[in-house]
């Protein structure tokens, strides 16, 4: 977000009220409606200063190897005491980074998980300034931190041209006639990759003769 002209500040108790902080986590200080309020409070607050607008967001990380069913607690106080802040939440698999307004995310028990493809935006569409390859130069550094294989197909399958055309192939047989720009908004819905690598890979697919580009709009060879 820095990098992508918002301002960011850090908002959540962790960073205001230390000594607060610690007498929660050891249990010393009532279970009250104010101390979850404290608890749940958000971690970030970003300023827009070309629309002059402030959110409150609120990170999650969840080491899964699947986006489809995330397990996220507090959603209740979330939604009762920050109404109007966003989630946003880190996974390294499918778009790794998604974000939804607290408002419109159910409440759900605390074994039960979200489907953060359908129930959750991409992260650039709630934070239109943030391009997906800013994204994408992060997703490495989030792997290894999350004790992931920095170059494993399941979670970098734009590494290696086995794993990666064959998804272009079926993105394109399955999204004829689209644009380079919709085809590469669609392939972020499940995969991560920056712009000029999907770029590269489609060019050359098209270079091989795998697929057709016609008036800048994409369809798989009659030959496949």
């Known amino acids: 977000m820095d990098m992508s002209d918002y301002m960011v500040f850090p908002y959540g108790f962790e960073s205001a009220f230390s000594y607060i902080k610690i007498q ?19 971690d970030l607050l970003v300023y827009d200063p070309s629309d002059k607008d402030i959110k409150l967001v609120e990170v999650k990380s969840r080491n899964y190897d699947d986006e489809k069913d995330v397990v996220i607690d507090k959603i209740g106080w979330y939604k009762k005491y920050w109404e109007g802040s966003i989630l946003s939440v880190i996974i ?18 605390p074994s039960k998980g979200y ?16 391009n997906t390859d800013t994204l994408y130069r992060f997703k490495r550094n989030i792997a290894e931190k999350m004790g992931r294989p920095k170059d494993h197909a399941h979670y970098f399958p734009e590494k290696d041209e086995i794993f990666f055309f064959p998804e272009l192939l079926r993105l394109v047989e399955k999204n004829k006639g689209k644009t380079l720009d919709q085809l590469f908004d669609i392939f972020n819905r499940d995969n991560l990759v920056s712009m000029q690598l999907f770029t590269g890979s489609i ?22």
Do not use: M
């Not at 980074?97 to 409440?107: G, P, R, T, V």
């Open 203 to 224: 060019e050359r697919l098209v270079q091989v003769g795998k697929i057709r580009k016609s008036k800048d709009r994409f369809y798989l060879s009659k030959n496949q």
């Open 24 to 42: 929660l986590h050891k249990g010393e200080i009532t279970d009250t409606p104010t101390a979850r309020k404290i608890r749940s409070s958000p």
């Open 92 to 109: 390294p698999h499918g778009h790794w980074f998604y974000a939804q307004y607290i408002d419109k995310l159910e409440i759900r028990g």
């Open 115 to 130: 489907n953060l493809r359908d129930e959750f935006e991409k992260f650039e569409d709630i934070f239109p300034k943030v």
